[in-house]
């Protein structure tokens, strides 16, 4: 580890926690904050893409059978508002949790939605091309201006920012990158950081 003395703390959570109010010193986020006095760096865009279980027979089957694992209904995150707006057939299984949906999946429960860094990297699943493809989103990382320059602060955010840049391919929708050190972070809608 380049920098021993260093304590990383991960919460992931679907609230944004306060960089002003030193919740967490460096976040990931799905959308672009607007406010703040804050340092912010596109690191990746993260492609979503349709996978079902490898074990549930052909493409055809899929298409005459297809029953999908979705979001929550009260979900507002835009991937569950793309899928209401566009998706058409029963739903198996709900889960506000991706890893939930993938496991679902697994299980042969439906089709899921799931980010291509989660879904090309199980071997398990297959990706699917159904209808139009999902929208992606940008991951941003932020800091606080005031400590963009913490000596501990900056070393996190830059080996997270050079984390996403190994892996631009598999967050994009690329073929997985093998032996890539892949940041396991957005399991939930956001990761954010403290770091100690």
């Not at 089957?61 to 009260?74: K, S, T, Y």
Request: charged share 25%; proline share 7%; aromatic share 6%.
């Amino acid at each position: 580890m380049r920098h021993p003395r260093i304590t990383v703390e991960l919460l992931t959570t679907d609230r944004n926690l306060s960089l002003a109010r030193h919740e967490v010193d460096v976040a990931l986020r799905l959308a672009r904050p607007a406010e703040g006095d804050l340092v912010i760096r596109r690191v990746a865009t993260m492609a979503n893409a349709f996978y079902a279980t490898t074990a549930q027979g052909t493409a055809d089957r899929l298409e005459r059978e297809r029953q999908f694992v979705a979001f929550g209904r009260d979900s507002t995150v835009p991937e569950a508002v793309w899928m209401r707006e566009h998706v058409e057939g029963p739903v198996a299984f709900r889960s506000n949790s991706l890893v939930g949906q993938k496991s679902a999946a697994l299980a042969g429960l439906g089709i899921a939605l799931l980010p291509c860094y989660l879904g090309d990297r199980e071997p398990g699943l297959r990706r699917l091309a159904l209808d139009r493809p999902p929208p992606a989103r940008e991951i941003w990382l932020v800091v606080n201006r005031t400590h963009a320059r913490v000596p501990h602060i900056r070393a996190v955010a830059q080996a997270l920012a050079e984390a996403f840049e190994r892996c631009q391919l598999l967050f994009a929708g690329g073929l997985p990158i093998a032996g890539a050190l892949i940041p396991e972070i957005a399991q939930t809608p956001a990761a954010q950081m403290r770091c100690c």
